[in-house]
């Protein structure tokens, strides 16, 4: 055991960031065997308990397209929830994307999408202002929940910014690790972060590009959607 | 991997899930993963699980409206899957965990691997089941360090203190490493 076990699995576990003494030390030999170590006790812990222990079926992601006035969506949702909303993507790279990244089977099924695609096109038609659905998130870090989760909060009408979602989550100073965190929201739309602009009446920016962000912005009636 | 939902309208402030039919559902397949890591045997984690869910289903009036429904099931199969590896550990000592040598060939582990991971799964069974518990909520359930408390008592700085303390072990367990 070294002196800085602690501060290594904090960094492992992204409980804490690396400190500059903890840096000069993983150049060392010592550090390295010891980061070496512990990345293989955390390989075998997720190798014997991770899907082991847990879920013995394999992921289905369920998913289909969408016609709507921003150009067509396709929409995934596995047995726990909505998990992918995405749009200017082609349906090979798509399915190629959630078979791959998330490594799981993929299906195109309008029967087991029609929730959420109802949803969406009563968004689209303006009848229908928040959604309420379940979500998988489970390929997402619990930094971005919690960034996912206040941006779910803001209602259809009303933009905050980066550094408001900071400030209610609890890290003030967070706002550019909540716009990465935004940048890639796997539910676009459906958790709006189209509704979380920069500082000072700016538009900010917007995965999908600024175009559909005013587009989106337009139909909900929002006055930010003109900055 | 354990269900990491967020539910909408949970985050639009609407109430929780107002029957535990709706809470069983969303929850019970990460409940049971839970209990399998915490137990290691997937029959004794389904029968705790059931016994689990029959405890909530007891304690659910007392269930605040604004509680964090989710932390609060924890809570209740920690104490079942303690409860349960308490009484195993009065019969006779079971061996049997996950099995490397069970893993999906796709896994291939060298035979050096499985060596490896054999000490790691005798490190993990030794640990004390409070502790094993700790580990299991925070790397493969999202609890934080406060829920992680609020689950098995305790404050936060324990409960992070207790997670570290079990991955120096688990890392020991490797021995020399190159």
Request: include cysteine; glycine fraction near 8%; charge should be positive.
């Amino acid at each position: 055991m070294t002196t800085h076990d602690d501060e290594l699995i904090a960094l492992l576990l992204r409980d804490r960031r690396r400190s500059p003494a903890l840096t000069r030390w993983l150049g060392t030999l010592e550090g390295r065997r010891e980061l070496r170590a512990y990345r293989r006790t955390l390989d075998a812990l997720q190798q014997l308990y991770g899907d082991a222990g847990a879920a013995p079926r394999r992921i289905i992601y369920y998913y289909c397209a969408l016609p709507t006035p921003i150009g067509r969506l396709f929409v995934a949702a596995s047995e726990a929830g909505l998990a992918r909303v995405s749009f200017r993507q082609s349906e090979a790279s798509f399915v190629a994307e959630l078979r791959q990244g998330i490594g799981a089977d993929v299906v195109r099924s309008p029967a087991r999408t029609a929730d959420v695609v109802h949803r969406l096109r009563a968004y689209f038609a303006g009848e229908r202002r928040r959604f309420d659905v379940r979500l998988d998130l489970r390929h997402t870090t619990p930094f971005q929940r919690r960034v996912l989760m206040a941006a779910a909060r803001v209602p259809a009408g009303q933009v905050v910014s980066y550094g408001e979602i900071a400030r209610r989550i609890g890290q003030p100073r967070g706002s550019r690790a909540v716009g990465q965190a935004l940048k890639h929201n796997p539910v676009p739309i459906v958790i709006p972060c189209h509704r979380v602009v920069a500082a000072g009446e700016r538009i900010g920016g917007y995965g999908g590009g600024l175009g559909i962000k005013r587009k989106l912005l337009r139909l909900e009636g929002s006055a930010a959607a003109s900055w | 991997m354990s269900g990491l939902g967020g539910v909408l309208n949970d985050a639009s402030m609407s109430p929780q899930p107002v029957t535990l039919a709706q809470l069983t559902q969303r929850h019970r397949g990460e409940i049971v993963g839970y209990l399998a890591r915490l137990l290691g045997d997937r029959q004794e984690a389904e029968d705790a699980c059931q016994e689990a869910f029959m405890r909530a289903h007891r304690a659910f009036d007392r269930l605040g409206p604004d509680a964090n429904s989710r932390a609060w099931l924890y809570r209740i199969a920690t104490n079942t899957g303690l409860n349960a590896a308490r009484r195993r550990s009065h019969r006779a000592a079971r061996v049997a965990d996950v099995d490397p040598d069970a893993l999906p060939a796709a896994a291939g582990p060298s035979l050096e691997r499985r060596e490896e991971l054999r000490a790691i799964r005798r490190a993990v069974e030794a640990l004390p089941p409070r502790q094993r518990a700790v580990l299991m909520l925070r790397l493969f359930h999202d609890l934080g360090y406060a829920e992680i408390a609020a689950t098995l008592g305790g404050n936060e700085v324990a409960a992070r203190a207790n997670v570290y303390q079990a991955l120096k072990k688990l890392r020991a367990a490797l021995g020399g490493v190159r």
